[in-house]
């Protein structure tokens, strides 16, 4: 895969009315950023995007959605019926939110991630799973958040399971080379840490080569916090080492460092965000 440096390569959009989060964000290439999300739910949604997938595509760029859902990170007053949102725990964040801990028999397969055909009738060329940032899949991962006694909590199996699952079920509906993933092991974004994100890192990464995804894109342990940016000693190597695919590193990169990252082979290519 090849991308220059003016194409547009992810855009984000929450799953359900229930994913959305206190900060909501949005962008297209180089930031755009309106007060809402924007959704893709509606046939009207889908044919206001063709017009732009068509002049993304007439630049030579790749279009792809981003997409998540944030869980704990919400707030009731997002929800449907003002109920508390869901996470693989019920121990808020703070500032205080209550969540709920998820039915995941009732969630899996998950809904609302297999609506992700509609990304493509739209123009895009595929969709990013963000499982990453402290949002609902990565409560799930990440030992510091997920108190699980089920089979989707414990050991580190367990709790990489029901990312694995929606990735499954999404690359079923759409095929291998339109699905990307976004992990971040070591980052501490929303309290959601691991104690050994290395691990975590190499087992996702592994488990993604049995699905041939199109790539993955991974936040440099330098990001381990949302805004703050540290000279750190572990990198992303072992992962860019194990995973077969197309290797995607962020971690607040400038223009020059991230030419160099990639000159250096550490990384296929370069995301220019967190």
């Not at 759409?174 to 190499?202: C, H, Q, W, Y």
């Not at 971690?251 to 290519?269: C, M, P, Q, T, W």
Request: glycine letters at 8%; proline letters at 5%.
């Amino acid at each position: 895969m090849e991308v220059d440096g003016d194409n547009d390569f992810a855009e984000i959009d929450s799953v359900s009315s229930d994913a959305k989060s206190d900060k909501e964000r949005s962008g297209i290439g180089k930031s755009l950023n309106p007060i809402r999300n924007l959704r893709i739910n509606f046939k009207i949604k889908i044919l206001a995007w063709k017009p732009i997938a068509y002049v993304v595509h007439a630049k030579g760029g790749i279009f792809f959605r981003q997409i998540w859902h944030v869980g704990r990170v919400s707030n009731s007053g997002f929800q449907t019926n003002g109920q508390t949102p869901i996470s693989s725990t019920d121990t808020p964040p703070k500032p205080i939110r209550r969540s709920s801990r998820i039915d995941v028999k009732e969630f899996t397969p998950p809904r609302d991630f297999l609506m992700s055909f509609l990304h493509l009738y739209a123009g895009f060329d595929g969709v990013e799973i963000h499982e990453a940032n402290g949002y609902l899949i990565e409560q799930f991962m990440k030992d510091h958040v997920n108190d699980r006694t089920d089979d989707y909590g414990g050991s580190l199996e367990n709790r990489c399971r029901f990312g694995l699952e929606i990735l499954e079920a999404v690359v079923n509906e759409v095929g291998t080379d339109r699905v990307g993933i976004k992990l971040s092991p070591f980052t501490d974004f929303m309290e959601a840490g691991d104690s050994n994100p290395v691990a975590l890192g190499l087992y996702m990464v592994k488990a993604l080569n049995k699905f041939g995804i199109c790539y993955c894109h991974m936040v440099e342990p330098r990001m381990k916090m949302v805004i703050e940016k540290y000279e750190t000693l572990p990198s992303l190597q072992p992962m860019r080492n194990a995973f077969k695919g197309s290797f995607i590193a962020a971690g607040g990169y400038r223009r020059e460092d991230g030419i160099k990252v990639v000159s250096d082979n550490h990384a296929d290519l370069i995301s220019y965000v967190r």
